[in-house]
């Protein structure tokens, strides 16, 4: 397989941040990718519990009152699948245009998979990946409200419970995949009020890993590199833009963002 540009993709490690400014700068992301052709990968953290929220989700009052009163923040992504709940995870961002990657969903779920397969050997934790074997047409639309209860194509589990979910977006030319790496359980009290169900994922912690974030941010590295290198493509490390940033910036409408109208 060869990609039809082989430009060095930007390294971007950022800290912990709310959800606003983490969707901002993905969006930002996918709009560099859309307008320089420019590929990114982005590792970053969450600065508390934030559940996600996928772009058609629905969020009852209820739920959202149960987040309210147990101090987890709700964000809109712009990718679909169903909700994730961040804060004890490390998400990564691969924002590039379509071109930077192999062709339709299946084969770019499929890279990013590999790249991830990769950081987990590193890690010293064995990992299966779900059959690609649904058409893309079905991504985004399984049925429930927790993403890690339901594995979709080349996601990662172990021991049947899921260990790394991804979501993604095409918009114009350009791909904006991001996923969740579970480091350690997620807060009892936070999954409880997000109507989440602990034990359908594992964490790396529960698999007998370092859960360091650092630690698994280098084995994240490393396995796309691996990945990437016999494609003739490197990481070069980078930083957002001006316009990347002020764009992350305009994105905060509040913290959710209404859910968007189905026919």
Known sequence: MS?????????????????????GVDEALLASAQASGRATLRLYRWD???????????????????CRRAGVGVVRRRTGGLAVLHGADLTYTVAAPEAALPPGLQGSYCLVADALCEAFAQLGVEVERTPACRPASGAGRRAGFDCFAVPAPDELLAGGR???????????????????IRLTPDRPEA?????LDPGRATSVLELGGNPDPARVGAAVVA???????????????????????????RRGEGPVREAPRTS
């Open 162 to 180: 899921k260990l790394a979910g991804s979501a993604q977006r095409r918009s114009r030319g350009a791909v904006l995949q991001h996923g969740s």
């Open 223 to 249: 396995g796309f590199a691996a990945v990437l290198g016999p494609l003739g493509v490197s990481l070069v490390p980078g930083t957002l833009s001006s316009p990347e940033r002020l764009g992350a910036l």
């Open 3 to 23: 990609l039809a540009l082989t430009a060095p993709w930007r390294l971007v490690e950022d800290g912990a941040a709310s959800g606003p400014h983490n969707m």
């Open 191 to 195: 999954a409880a009020a997000a109507g």
């Open 48 to 66: 508390g519990p934030w559940l996600s929220l996928g772009y058609g989700q629905k969020l009852s009052p209820e739920r959202a009152e149960a």
